[in-house]
């Protein structure tokens, strides 16, 4: 159940949460970036997917950007009655520290979610099929969705660039997002009404000539 894709762009931008006010990014991409553009080529609700490594293929480079954004969000329960923002009055401009021309290989699997439409072989072939058309929900992009994607199918990658050979010690990078139950967290929909909350989940990332092993979810090497 194993894919391999291949996901490239000239600018990308994985933000680094501790930074509150102006967008930072991580050196490279993150699992639950890499997860997003797996389920942007192909998803469905019996299956998740689980991202094995990430390969690092070009030069880490970053570059300064200035950004138009606004300072607020529309509350959900105005949503019907005030379905916009006046972007005028909200507008601000914003530094980021992004990275440029990147290029990566993800190495994943699948797994099943449900009792309920449990064919390996149709999903693999599903998802392979799209990957080496171009198909997608929507356009994967590199963290934010201004920086799109390119992807394509891959066998194998090529090797990294010659500065990112040896033993890199790139820090604590986010893993993903997982909801808990919590008494005092929000009501979601999805879930029954049952309350639960978001918690982040770290990992200390090593980076051996480019390549990036990522543990599970639940794995002893991931912190809250």
């Known amino acids: 159940m194993g894919v391999k894709l291949l996901v490239w762009g000239e600018y990308a931008c994985f933000s680094r949460p501790e930074m509150k006010v102006e967008r930072v990014s991580y050196d490279v991409m993150t699992p639950s970036a890499a997860r997003g553009i797996l389920e ?3 998803w469905k609700p019996s299956i998740r997917w689980v991202i094995d490594r990430i390969h690092v293929l070009n030069p880490i480079v970053f570059t300064h950007v ?4 606004i300072s607020c969000k529309i509350p959900a329960k105005d949503y019907e009655r005030n379905p916009g923002i006046n972007v005028t009055g909200h507008r601000q401009q914003r530094a980021g520290m992004v990275l440029k021309n990147v290029k990566y290989g993800i190495e994943a ?3 099943f979610t449900t009792d309920e439409d449990r064919n390996e072989g149709k999903h693999l072939d599903s998802f392979n099929r799209r990957a080496a058309r171009g198909q997608c929900f929507h356009h994967p992009y590199l963290g934010t969705r201004e920086f799109y994607a390119d992807f394509g199918k891959a066998d194998s990658f090529p090797e990294c660039h010659p500065s990112l050979r040896g033993e890199k010690d ?3 990078m986010l893993h993903d997002i997982v909801f808990v139950p919590d008494p005092k967290g929000k009501i979601v929909e999805s879930n029954k009404g049952t309350r639960i909350t978001a918690e982040p989940r770290f ?6 000539d480019g390549i990036i092993e990522v543990p599970p979810l639940d794995g002893k090497e991931v912190r809250a």
């Not at 200035?66 to 954004?69: A, H, L, Q």
């Not at 990992?203 to 051996?208: A, E, P, S």
């Open 170 to 172: 790139l820090g604590y």
């Open 109 to 111: 699997h699948f797994e």
């Open 40 to 42: 942007a080529v192909y």
């Open 203 to 208: 990992f200390r990332v090593i980076m051996r």
């Open 66 to 69: 200035r950004r138009n954004e």
